[in-house]
């Protein structure tokens, strides 16, 4: 009973690198999200897709692109990281209807230096 | 309660008794409002939910308050247990419309320790 996977685990990165960070979901669900957290903080929410073939900005998009490869699949790309972007990533899903939960996977702690 | 920055608020309770987790949420359109509970090293992990037409909902060992007067939210634990140590979130869903999915805003956590 997978839920959502997240791909790597962690990561350690130097400024000026980029990276792609994989989500997949098996639980049929049309809308997947991503979000940062940060030491003391709530999550934030960077990206998200309401259905397969679309994407919409969040709170905190600058920086990050995303690309939803197909109904199971969500990637974030950070083109050139920065330390800002130093953070713990989440990466969610929901089923479509408004008041759904959103169920998360276990996050990439990601680094850079 | 919540509170910003690094210094989250937190809960010391001894085991068997009951924990009020307070959250206060920003927009008085929100319509649905979600408690998770984050493990550390895990990702948030569900554990009720209310929509704004109730007041009151109940499950296994939790009940959520909420409170639209005063745009305030309380997760109840009875009996707490050592295995509820972690920190716990409030999320409000700000809105994306029906047919899609939500938009959610995190409050920035309250740790619960229990004392055996």
């Known amino acids: 009973n997978a839920g959502v996977t997240q791909t790597p685990k962690f990561q350690v990165l130097k400024t000026g690198q980029s990276m792609t960070l994989q989500c997949a979901q098996d639980?049929?669900?049309?809308?997947m999200y991503w979000y940062r957290q940060d030491p003391g903080m709530g999550l934030r929410l960077i990206y998200y897709s309401a259905s397969e073939g679309t994407t919409d900005k969040g709170e905190v998009p600058n920086g990050y692109n995303v690309s939803r490869l197909n109904k199971r699949e969500f990637s974030l790309r950070l083109e050139s990281a920065a330390p800002s972007q130093t953070s713990v990533y989440f990466c969610?899903?929901?089923?479509?209807?408004?008041?759904?939960?959103?169920?998360f996977g276990d996050g990439t702690r990601l680094s850079i230096l | 309660g919540e509170s910003v920055g690094l210094h989250l608020p937190t809960l010391s309770v001894q085991e068997g008794d009951n924990s009020i987790i307070n959250c206060a949420y920003s927009n008085s359109a929100s319509d649905y409002f979600i408690w998770y509970k984050q493990e550390s090293g895990k990702g948030p992990q569900f554990i009720i939910d209310?929509?704004?037409?109730?007041d009151k909902r109940q499950g296994q060992r939790v009940t959520v308050l909420l409170n639209k007067t005063v745009k305030h939210l309380s997760l109840q634990i009875a009996a707490t247990q050592p295995g509820d140590s972690a920190v716990y979130f409030c999320?409000?869903?700000?809105?994306?419309?029906?047919?899609?999915?939500?938009?959610?805003?995190f409050g920035a956590g309250t740790i619960l320790r229990v004392k055996s």
């Open positions: 999320a409000e869903n700000i809105g994306a419309g029906e047919g899609y999915g939500n938009k959610l805003v």
């Open positions: 639980m049929n669900h049309n809308s």
């Open positions: 209310i929509r704004s037409n109730m």
């Open positions: 969610a899903s929901s089923m479509t209807g408004g008041n759904q939960p959103q169920h």
